[in-house]
């Protein structure tokens, strides 16, 4: 727990010329402030108006199906508060927010690779998709998702939290680069060094590549 917030913390800085504007169009940075003060209620609002986010991040990286899944947000609410002194208003605190549930849930993701390493991919068939696919093509489907879960948890958490953030979130580079505060040439090679590892990984799985190959 500790490790994800300093972690957060290190790459949640504002750089000296970051207009101040852009503090004022965030509706919920006003918040902030109160609730590092100690303002319960104002940790309350903060935590309902970032709540359907996290849960959408944490469903995301976990899937729909995982038992673990309410635990992993009230540790990412836990982590959020323990985080925002160090926010200096890069992203919005919403997006902020999804940083550390993306953390949070991909840190949880990793521990259930290392309790069960030769798991077989459970059924997430209502994992998010697009159209009206077939039964067939929704399992299909599901275990993508699933394995390429799996797959993040052993890459290193720099490159496995951007191709998280760009592809399982669906977030730009830009996005990306605002979120973690990081330049965009640094996202930039972190997503190449992670799709080339995911690449050699699953040279093998032609289903899995379709999924790289969407995001590239």
């Keep these: ?40 209620q104002a940790e309350r609002t903060l935590l309902i108006a970032v709540g359907p986010a ?28 323990a985080a925002l002194p160090s926010f200096r208003a890069e992203c919005t605190v919403l997006y902020f927010a999804c940083r550390v549930a993306l953390l ?19 059924d997430e068939s209502q994992d998010i998709v697009d159209g009206a696919p077939s039964p067939a093509d ?13 797959l993040l948890a052993r890459l290193p958490l720099s490159q496995a939290e951007v191709l998280a953030l760009h592809i399982v979130l669906g977030h730009t580079v830009e996005e990306t680069s605002a979120m973690i505060g990081t330049p965009v040439n640094t996202v930039r090679s972190r997503l190449r060094r992670g799709l080339a590892a995911l690449r050699d990984e699953l040279r093998h799985n032609s289903k899995l590549r379709e999924v790289i ?4």
Excluded: W, Y
Excluded at 54 to 60: F, S
Excluded at 71 to 78: F, N, P, R, T, Y
Excluded at 213 to 216: C, E, R, V
């Design 1 to 40: 727990m500790l490790r994800l917030i300093h972690q957060t913390q290190r790459a949640s800085g504002l750089s000296s010329d970051e207009p101040e504007p852009a503090r004022a169009r965030d509706p919920l940075h006003a918040l902030v402030s109160k609730v590092i003060g100690g303002d319960r």
């Design 54 to 81: 996290v849960l959408g991040v944490v469903k995301r990286v976990l899937g729909l199906q995982c038992l673990e899944i309410d635990d992993v947000c009230q540790e990412a609410s836990i982590s959020l508060l």
């Design 104 to 122: 949070t849930a991909l840190a949880a993701r990793r521990r259930q690779v290392e309790l069960h390493p030769a798991r077989e991919c459970v």
């Design 138 to 150: 929704l399992i299909d489907s599901a275990r993508r998702r699933a394995s390429l879960r799996d």
């Design 213 to 216: 190959g969407a995001a590239t």
